[in-house]
Structure formats: C-alpha cells, structure tokens
C-alpha cells in the first residue's frame, strides 16, 4: 500500500524512490568491484541503505530494527558471523 500511514512514514513513491536510488548509485560507484554483477552481500548493504533513506525521511524504530537485521545478514554473508 502506498498511502495512509505507508506515505506519511515513506513519503509519495517518487521522492522516495529517488533517495534510495541516489544511495544505490553512490554505494555502486565506490564499491570494490564497480564493473560487477550485484552479490548477496551487495543486496544486503543495499537494503541497509533503503532503510536509511526512509529514516531520512521520517525515522521509525521498524527501519532502525530492519537495519540492525540487514547489517547481521551482511556480516553473515561476509562470513564475520554464524
């Protein structure tokens, strides 16, 4: 759902999509292998940075926790974590 309380806590699609495609492109252009296919570990740092740019937004403990879960995933991925 994109209206009610979806929009006040993400704001109309658009803007929203804007900021996350912004973090996207700037984590894509200075990632280690630029030229390469998106990994697992890239879509998990890549939804830690969807979150950012709704908390940019309007900050709720949802996204706070998501990227608290996001960033666990990364670590596992990157084989710092069981």
């Avoid at 929203?16 to 998106?38: P, S």
């Avoid at 570990?41 to 740019?53: F, G, N, R, S, T």
Wanted: with cysteine; net charge positive.
């Amino acid at each position: 759902m994109t209206s009610g309380d979806r929009r006040r806590d993400y704001d109309h699609p658009i803007p929203n999509h804007a900021r996350i495609a912004e973090l996207w492109n700037a984590y894509l252009e200075i990632r280690k292998d630029r030229e390469g296919i998106i990994t697992p570990y890239d879509a998990a740092i890549m939804m830690i940075l969807l979150k950012i740019a709704r908390a940019a937004h309007t900050p709720t403990r949802d996204s706070f926790v998501d990227i608290a879960g996001y960033a666990r995933c990364a670590a596992q991925i990157a084989g710092l974590e069981k």
